[in-house]
């Protein structure tokens, strides 16, 4: 048990990672149990799938706004106010769909708390807080250990996700609910998301950081900061995501609703196959920065996704509930690798005083074509057939997937050096030395022929690099 704890919670994690982790895990939990439960209840009280998609567009569309605004106020003002409100949100719009069947009521709330994102049995991964998150995640610790924080990280989700799978069987609903049967077979799961919504903000709270640079004398301080020296790499996150975002608009948010519809089963079987899901894909979240390090960062990346949006396939054309089940399961295993990867390759690309501003613009336009995609899906659902939204999804990952090794591997832009390394000159001279030693290599990460990150702030290319390449053996990514 010791050297399990050892492998999650590793003697170089500092505190504001620890407390990271216990409050990923609690809003895990309950996004967890919100994700199986919304598009059900919506459904059994009368909503269309039409009508379902249109909601989660609007739960998109302000969720790339709450993204977005967090991310670049969240550098200005600091990270850890965003980790306690935004879950409060949360524990708000839960308590509405407990009691509300109100449909305008039901709109905000789920807007608000960010219901529909990222449903499946990968729901415990996303909220408007994760540009914040991210920021604190990656200046707690070196980027040599970026990507295996990240991965802790994903462990958490996925530990709360598979609580909160196991969870969902507190919903007891049968064939002919009436619109008021409906919500209270439904409140149960819903407050409960809410307490853990609020345990999760209260755990933020324990998190320390520094209070944020103070403008110069007479400067007028700015709220929001272009991240410029970001760039070349943001508008490639941007390409990239764009692609992603359709893909995963048009299945993300429907997984329950299409295993409910395609097999006539329940919340709760639901909730037990994604508990199993999620039991299975706790192990490769803690491998993923030795995949980084077997392929390469962005080879792996792209290897993930094709290999996800072909099993998107499959899944869809599984005669029975179990099979299709099996083919998540094997999906969502290699799915979980990719995530941490991602994570830490996007803040290994940004400067350190733009981590929570790229965090968050990076992922503008997968929230954007996102949006689109989902009204696209409810009418696909209603007028074509079940199966037609996740084929298309499997087109637009695959795609997604070429299109990351091209613009990563051909001309890639060059990582941005680590805070350590940055403020080198604060700290003992045998630490100094190991954190240059360490952001050379991550410069050196994408490749000899990289983009100067600023025309007007050029930055000397690293003579012995550590890091061989992003796309080769021997990437060392964490």
Known sequence: MRRIWKAIVPEWADRNLKVVLAARAAMSVGRAIAAVVTAL????????????GVLFVGVTAVSALMSTAIGLLADRLGRKPFLVVVPLLAAGAAVAYAEVRVTAVLFVAAALGSFGRG???????????????????????????????????????TLGALVGGLLVSVVSTS?????????????????????????????????????????????????????????????????????????????????????????????????????????GSLAPTLAAARVARRFGTVRAIAIVRAVGGVLLVPMVLAPTFWIAGAVYFVRMMVQRVGLPLRQSFTQDM????????????STL?????MA???????????????????????????????LYVLLFTLRPPRPLEAPVAAHAEHLPPEQADEDAEVAAGVAMAVGDDAEDPSPTEPQEKPATPSVPSVTGEGDRTG
């Open 41 to 52: 209840y919506l459904a059994d009280i009368g909503f269309s799938a039409i009508e379902i």
């Open 175 to 279: 064939a002919h609910m009436t619109p008021a049967q409906a919500t209270a077979a439904y409140r149960p799961a819903f407050l409960l998301a809410a307490g853990l919504a609020v345990l999760a903000g209260l755990l933020a709270l324990l998190v320390r950081e520094p209070s944020r640079r103070a403008a110069p004398e007479g400067a007028r301080p700015r709220r929001f900061q272009w991240p410029r020296r970001s760039w070349p790499s943001l508008w490639r996150f941007w390409v990239t995501n764009a692609t992603n975002g359709v893909g995963i608009g048009l299945f993300g948010p429907f997984v329950s609703y299409w295993l409910y519809r395609r097999y006539g089963v329940s919340p709760g079987t639901i909730g037990i196959l994604f508990a199993f899901v999620n039991l």
């Open 372 to 402: 689109g995609s989902q009204a696209a899906a409810g009418y696909l659902f209603d007028d074509v057939g079940l199966a037609a939204p996740f084929e298309l999804a499997a087109v637009f990952q695959v795609a997604n997937a070429i």
């Open 350 to 361: 940004a400067h350190h005083e733009e981590r929570a501003s790229v965090a968050a613009l």
């Open 119 to 157: 449903s499946g049995a990968g729901a415990g991964n996303v909220g408007p807080y994760q540009p914040a998150e991210a920021a604190i995640v990656a200046d707690s610790v070196r980027g040599n250990r970026r990507a295996a924080a990240f991965g802790r990280i994903a462990f958490a989700a």
């Open 365 to 369: 336009p997968a929230q954007a074509t």
